[in-house]
């Protein structure tokens, strides 16, 4: 595949896309406009893209399928109760929506939102040289805004289910959540499609988490192969706050999660675990930043993957540790099993510490399932299938282990048994 | 129990095994002990269908079934049982959990039902005490963090719960102070009966001084070259391995 063919200017893949009628900062749009002018998209030559190739998804002109089909969206719902908000090829379908009235919680669409309230929309957003981001802003078609009041637990789930459901079709979302101080809450990202082909999904998250505030975010991310979605969630970290983040990834043609924590106060905690499970011809690619910019802090961060079949995989972890930020303890680990020989993974574990009192780890291993354990099962009376399933689910365990919200852990487990014959 | 006629394995185009006969009757314990490279591992790994192995010649007849013809686990759900030399440590997998499904997975092939958890935690805690394993050990990750002594005894604890007609301990007595030998051994004698049959595989006497073989066999170049009662051992352990050497040779 020659780079040549991933030379190709923004404009004809934006050419169906309508400028956003969305009330954002004036300064936002004309930046990404003037962002993504004369642009290409990247190639494997941009360190950012190195074993992620772009190629099919800039050959597409996806269009815009606004009015949603009204596919019935209840079997792609992980939660029974709550709040919901389904967005079928980037609008909101209000018949499958359901929200209910939390006190101290606050859902609104973007379009029905005042310029005011949408002021510090792409604040956190960097636009420079991050071509999604500014398709994101140019082309919005519409946003989510959640606001957690101060001192406000949220017990019901809070859901978003983002729905492909036509062919060559793009959906542009933006979600702005901000949690008050002390207040606590968990929110639900499901992303899937049905009868949707070669159509993109490009969702960017801004969430910023008050002091002394805990945050779980929690994605599943199931598009069937043959579509794409570009992911981002910039987070910003106030003093004494926790933000947790699982990213389940089960299918898809070509998956980026781009996640950026900016712990800007003392005594945070921050969680980023991912599993990713994988075959076919799907390529998942985890990219994540942990900013520590002040002292006495934990981050947890551990990404597995099982890649079978002709899939690859790509984790690019950093963890900065500033200069005054005394006191860090991170640690970050990514593990692999390649179950063939053509399935293939870059993993690239980076530290960057400017400080000098932290502990600090970083590792990363890829293998094939281990032969002997194997063996060893079958030697007991358990099939080969079961012995490999087996070992599998004990590894992918460690990180799906982690998240404790049962109706998201069924969820997970039924497409598992789904795709892959699993029973967990 | 198992009749083995003329059987020649190899591994990477090496010849082990040279031709070897060996018939247990069910209600015995017989014993194989050898010098090293005799081929004792390759045995065991054999019976257990090991793929490194090719077996190039012979028979192996398992209570009327062709063994050889079988997969690992097939073997397993007949009725054999190898307890390893080596216990493999598999992390996130808990011992029960592996032992419900080998169990499951072993009466689904025989026409049983599966086992319901009730009984299943029953048959834990009553085979667990056989072997004086820590129950909450059971309910760890299998060998995971086991020190030798507990790995072995997880070994004969997998046994009881499996009931095999067939049982070989491949080196059991390896590594073990006296105090888990004697735990160990006690299991075994404990799990023996009329219907079933053992195969312990050791270089050294000492374990047969508590399990107690029916017949020594000593394993030399790939085949075996004497058998005896249980004094054989003791003759064995007093005079090493080198007279067998030189007998061998001499003929």
């Not at chain 1, 003037?34 to 990247?42: H, I, Q, R, T, V």
Request: net charge negative; with cysteine; proline share 2%.
């Amino acid at each position: 595949m020659s780079e040549t063919q991933t030379d190709r200017t923004l404009s004809a893949f934006t050419k169906h896309l309508r400028q956003t009628e969305i009330s954002l900062p004036a300064h936002l749009i004309n930046a990404s406009l003037n962002e993504l002018a004369g642009k290409s998209f990247p190639t494997t030559r941009t360190e950012a893209w190195k074993y992620t190739r772009l190629t099919k998804l800039s050959k597409l002109s996806p269009t815009l399928a606004a009015h949603h089909d009204g596919i019935n969206s209840t079997p792609f719902a992980i939660h029974s109760t709550g709040n919901r908000v389904v967005i079928e090829n980037g609008a909101i379908h209000m018949n499958a929506t359901r929200f209910e009235t939390v006190s101290g919680l606050t859902i609104k669409r973007f379009s029905e939102c005042s310029a005011e309230e949408l002021q510090h929309v792409g604040g956190m957003l960097s636009l420079e040289n991050e071509l999604f981001n500014a398709m994101n802003t140019a082309y919005l078609q519409e946003g989510i805004l959640v606001q957690i009041a101060d001192k406000a637990q949220i017990n019901s789930p809070i859901e978003l289910i983002h729905l492909l459901s036509k062919v060559e079709c793009a959906a542009t979302i933006r979600v702005f959540i901000h949690v008050g101080k002390f207040a606590k809450a968990a929110l639900t990202m499901g992303t899937w499609s049905a009868g949707a082909d070669q159509s993109i999904l490009n969702a960017v998250s801004e969430i910023h988490v008050g002091e002394g505030a805990h945050f779980t975010l929690q994605k599943l991310q199931c598009e069937e192969e043959g579509n794409f979605q570009i992911c981002t969630e910039e987070i910003t970290q106030d003093k004494d706050s926790v933000f947790t983040m699982h990213t389940v990834t089960l299918n898809g043609t070509l998956v980026r999660n781009n996640v950026r924590v900016r712990v800007n106060g003392t005594n945070c905690e921050t969680n980023l675990y991912g599993a990713y499970l994988l075959k076919g011809n799907q390529h998942t690619d985890n990219h994540t930043v942990i900013d520590h910019m002040m002292p006495h802090c934990l981050s947890n961060e551990l990404y597995k993957g099982v890649i079978d079949e002709q899939a690859t995989a790509v984790f690019n972890g950093k963890v900065f540790v500033r200069k005054d930020a005394q006191k860090i303890n991170a640690f970050q680990s990514n593990g692999n099993v390649l179950m063939t020989d053509t399935a293939s993974v870059n993993s690239k574990p980076e530290l960057e510490i400017y400080a000098d009192d932290v502990k600090c780890s970083h590792g990363s291993t890829t293998g094939q399932l281990d032969e002997e354990a194997v063996f060893y099962l079958q030697s007991r009376g358990i099939s080969e299938r079961s012995a490999r399933n087996l070992l599998v689910e004990a590894f992918i365990g460690e990180v799906l282990d982690k998240n404790d919200n049962k109706e998201f852990v069924a969820k997970t487990n039924a497409i598992l048994n789904e795709r892959f014959g699993w029973e967990r | 129990m198992i009749t083995i006629k003329n059987l020649h394995a190899s591994i990477d185009g090496k010849e082990i095994l040279k031709g070897l006969n060996l018939e247990v009757p069910a209600g015995q314990v017989h014993a194989i002990m050898g010098p090293n490279g005799a081929g004792k591992s390759t045995l065991a790994s054999v019976l257990a269908g090991r793929e490194d192995y090719e077996v190039t010649e012979g028979s192996v007849d398992f209570d009327g079934a062709d063994l050889l013809e079988l997969s690992t686990e097939d073997r397993a759900r007949e009725g054999m049982f190898l307890a390893f030399q080596y216990p493999v440590e598999i992390p996130g997998v808990s011992n029960v959990n592996f032992l419900r499904t080998a169990l499951n997975e072993i009466r689904e092939y025989r026409g049983q039902e599966a086992i319901s958890a009730k009984d299943f935690m029953a048959m834990v805690r009553e085979k667990s005490a056989i072997v004086e394993l820590d129950p909450k050990l059971a309910s760890r990750a299998v060998n995971e963090g086991f020190s030798g002594g507990e790995k072995k005894r997880n070994e004969i604890f997998q046994m009881a719960m499996l009931e095999p007609k067939l049982a070989i301990l491949d080196e059991t007595d390896s590594g073990l102070d006296i105090d888990a030998l004697r735990i160990v051994a006690n299991g075994v004698n404990k799990l023996r009966s009329e219907k079933n049959a053992t195969i312990v595989i050791t270089h050294y006497q000492r374990l047969l001084d508590y399990i107690i073989p029916d017949v020594v066999h000593v394993l030399y170049d790939g085949r075996i070259v004497k058998s005896g009662p249980k004094e054989l051992a003791l003759e064995l352990e007093e005079k090493g391995y080198d007279w067998i050497k030189a007998e061998q040779e001499a003929k």
